[in-house]
């Protein structure tokens, strides 16, 4: 725990800093094997958390238990002050507002608009068609909109179909709608993984320095292990379902992570 | 010279159930063809009385096209009861559809009560609905409307519902992450996915409807079957015929149009 604490005090610098997310004992079965055995962390508020390990190692289950887009099999999360197995569908999707996600592939609706999927992040605290599509959004929704799209570089592309922008703007357009959500706390799973590599060092640097900007905790499933080392405070690694390493990155050594980045059965130091 | 290889069987050896399954096809075929199908003297006798100098055929040409503008109105008034009736089956289809869906449904109970519901509507044939709402509300038009807006509720239901499941789960995953609601995500990330599906759908419906509707007519539902019955039960050939012409226009140009729009948009 010390060490934890530790690595998250080194990250945040001066900045006091309380934990938000808290996991202890987390055990994940879909029937067959067993793809979290026991996992326990903490991540700190306004520290960015690399999340590494290899195909199968169960980073995009951990994630998907946090927001319980899948139930845990036992084992307790605690997030922003809240017991995350006890939420009944109602407080869930409360809850659930408050955490942005952008995913490995951006998720996007396809066939409407940018500025339209965008709105769509403001569905986690409006309800009813003035959040379904941009023309139908009172006018403040629609300028906070506009301002998202315009921190990830793409105002001029707002009544674009988003099916027709690049993978890189798309996955930009994914990171403006969490942004209008107004997360406390990001969760990326692998948001660099299907683009080019110019593109998705362009991704994560717009994600970590909009988090940086706004202090959001930020939770990024990172599969390249240059991405890891600069854009993460403290790196979490998983190998067979549990959790063999956890240390500040600036005192990472890059040959004890290259071990998480490689195949199944070989991540496990 | 090479050792000769030799050939396979011409036939595959056959179980005693696929003999028997073979059997049972060919005598369907032939009992129903005997029982039901016309008798080559019948069919003679027929084919003679079609063609001959006063037959049938002598008798439809010229087309009668004096009460052309009279046809046309009820043709009018067919056109309508086609697109009241898609317009409602279609309305009533989409939650009957979402019911139906496995990840939109609220229970599984109520996903297999409207699929139940959905695969009823259809299979029962139009002109079933049509004597029943004939009985509901009525002869007219009115009750034509209904048949067509359950039939449809059946046919929409059923390919709105097969769209929607197939459309990509991750958007759904995405705004249900968010924590929006289930008509938020239907409207918002279900819908535009199936747009192009629904799209098809509607104008396959109302090309249905058009087809169906002209039919209604023979039953009392409305529409210019009723025109075509009479026209025949009083022997106005020529009428008949010019009857089916225009009618045949108006599928034709239906369906193009349809076949237009569908290729604009999607």
Redo the contacts between chains.
Sequence with gaps: MNALQTAGTVAAGSTPVGPVLHVSDLVKSYGGPTVLKGVSFTAYAGVSLAVIGANGSGKSTLLKCLIRLTDPTSGRIEMLGQEVGTLNARALRRFRSRIGVVWQKHNLVPRISALSNVLHGVQSRLGGPQSWWHWAAPAPVRAEAMACLARVGLADKALQRVDSLSGGQQQRVAIARMLMQRPEIVLADEPDASLDPQSGEDVMRLLSDLARQDGLTLIVISHRLEHTLEFSDRIIGLAGGQITLDVATGKADAGQLRRFFDKPGEGTP | MTASIPAPPRFQHRSLTEYLGIVVVIALVVTSIANTAPSLDSLQRGLVRLVAPSGFLAQMFPPDLSRVDHIAWKLLETLQMAVAGAALGLVFAVPFAILATDRLSPHPVIKFAARGLIAFFRTVPDLVWAIFFIIVVGLGPAAGVLALMIDKIGFAGRFFAEAMEEA?T??Q?????????R??II???VF??C??SFTATSLFALEKSVRGSAALGLVGAGGIGVDLKVAFDLFNYDEALTIILMMLILVVAVEQGSSWIRAKLI
């Design positions: 990509d991750g958007p995953d995405a705004l249900r992450a968010i924590g929006a609601s008509m938020g409207f918002s990330a535009p996915a747009l192009p």
